[in-house]
């Protein structure tokens, strides 16, 4: 990179760590903020508090760093919403995504380290895991929001609860009155939060882990809000067409509930009954890797079939005519070249939505991977040692302005001034 595009980066870099932490209520959060900031982006293998004391130069005073980033009481929510209003205003988002990444542990020490499945890992496996709330849109998402999943074993009002992690509360500074609470309710609650902070998008999506879940969806209701979220091949529904009906009545008794005539069948089973015939061709965008796009790009292309279906389970609201399932769209996948759907998305978007804005929204999703992949990868988001709830918090959303700043900087430079910064 040449010194007069070096130079501008850094003059980028010093007023976007001013504007974002400008609730930094003392002017030695926001210098040793800006100083872990320029250690998150600078190189380097681990961006762990010592090695990136290392590369700091002068600035490198490993205890005041870590002091910061561990103990130092200032609240990540005033950071996280000032990276928010900054973030909206660039990408204009288009959803809240939700998902969930594994932090992988060798002990046992830290804050809510337990044997939990992770998809970092794909199995179970000794961790953390977090879960973010991102800003998203076709062209950029940034994380704005974060939670550590604190598991049953770490909640001394738990049946599950386990006595040494327990023990552990006090040393890794865990707030008296968190406890167990499930990945999905985290998931509303940062939804509220972002709200809080005049963040309104209308629109969520997020994967299987928190759409096979019926009290999710009716929470993403209650709330105004439209989703496109993933399910199971073994969730069940009942076609549109399905009407319920009451049972003749003896006299005695309570009188019975109105039910289906047939059995709720699953999703996968409603598509295969649809058959190939339904599924239909369409882009959702182009990728990155060279193919037959119209830029020289491979297009990222498949066959989908959506139907409109009544979602068993919970979720059933009360009509004039008794007990009736809501209406929903069920959004199938099915490669040309497999045998049967291979992804599922429920969705409650209007009944005149575009099978091509089912699609889009559905894969929307895949952002949030690359987010990921970014922070992991070079900003060192699974690279903090420390073992304290305040220090996870902190250091997430840390990489998660480290990570905002690269977007903004792709966004504004050519790809070439980017990849050399």
Not at 100 to 115: E, I, N, P, Y
Not at 233 to 246: F, G, K, L, N, R
Not at 390 to 400: D, E, I, K, P, Q
Request: proline share 7%; net charge positive; charged share 25%.
């Amino acid at each position: 990179m040449m010194a007069e595009e070096l130079a501008a980066v850094r003059c980028d870099l010093e007023d976007f760590a001013a504007e974002v932490f400008e609730p930094f209520a003392r002017a030695d959060q926001r210098r040793w903020g800006g100083v872990y900031l320029r250690g998150l982006l600078l190189d380097g293998r681990r961006k762990s508090v010592e090695p990136m004391a290392a590369r700091l130069g002068e600035d490198g005073n490993r205890q005041p760093l870590a002091h910061f980033i561990t103990i130092s009481p200032w609240d990540p929510a005033h950071i996280r919403a000032r990276l928010a209003w900054r973030m909206q205003q660039v990408i204009n988002p288009t959803a809240l995504v939700i998902d969930d990444t594994g932090f992988l542990k060798d002990g046992d020490s830290s804050a809510c380290v337990s044997r939990q499945y992770t998809g970092t890992a794909g199995k179970v496996t000794n961790c953390q895991a977090g879960v973010s709330l991102h800003l998203a849109s076709d062209g950029a998402s940034a994380a704005v929001d974060w939670r550590l999943f604190l598991p049953e074993s770490w909640d001394p009002a738990s049946p599950k609860a386990d006595p040494d992690k327990v023990a552990r509360r006090a040393p890794c500074g865990i707030p008296v009155e968190v406890g167990h609470v499930e990945k999905w309710q985290l998931a509303l609650d940062m939804i509220d939060e972002t709200r809080s902070w005049g963040i309104d998008i209308p629109l969520a999506v997020a994967d299987g882990g928190y759409g096979d879940t019926a009290a999710f969806r009716l929470g993403l209701e209650e709330r105004g809000l439209t989703y496109v979220v993933g399910i199971s091949t073994t969730t069940t529904a009942q076609p549109e067409e399905a009407q319920p009906h009451t049972p003749p009545y003896g006299g005695r008794g309570p009188r019975p509930r109105p039910v289906y005539p047939e059995l709720a069948r699953t999703v996968k089973n409603l598509v295969i009954a649809a058959g190939r015939k339904a599924a239909r061709p369409v882009q959702w965008r182009e990728g990155s890797r060279p193919g037959s796009g119209r830029s020289g790009v491979k297009r990222m292309y498949s066959r989908f079939v959506a139907l409109r279906i009544r979602p068993a389970g919970r979720g059933i609201r009360k009509n004039t005519d008794g007990l009736e399932l809501p209406v929903r769209w069920l959004l199938a996948e099915w490669p040309a070249d497999q045998s049967e759907p291979v992804q599922f998305w429920l969705s409650n978007l209007p009944a005149d939505t575009a099978l091509a804005i089912l699609v889009r929204t559905a894969k929307l999703r895949w952002r949030i991977e690359h987010d990921y992949r970014e922070m992991k990868q070079a900003l060192g988001l699974a690279h903090f040692e420390g073992r304290t709830w305040r220090g996870w918090h902190h250091h997430v959303t840390l990489v998660s302005v480290a990570h905002a700043f690269c977007t903004l900087q792709r966004m504004t430079r050519s790809p070439k001034g980017t990849a050399s910064a």
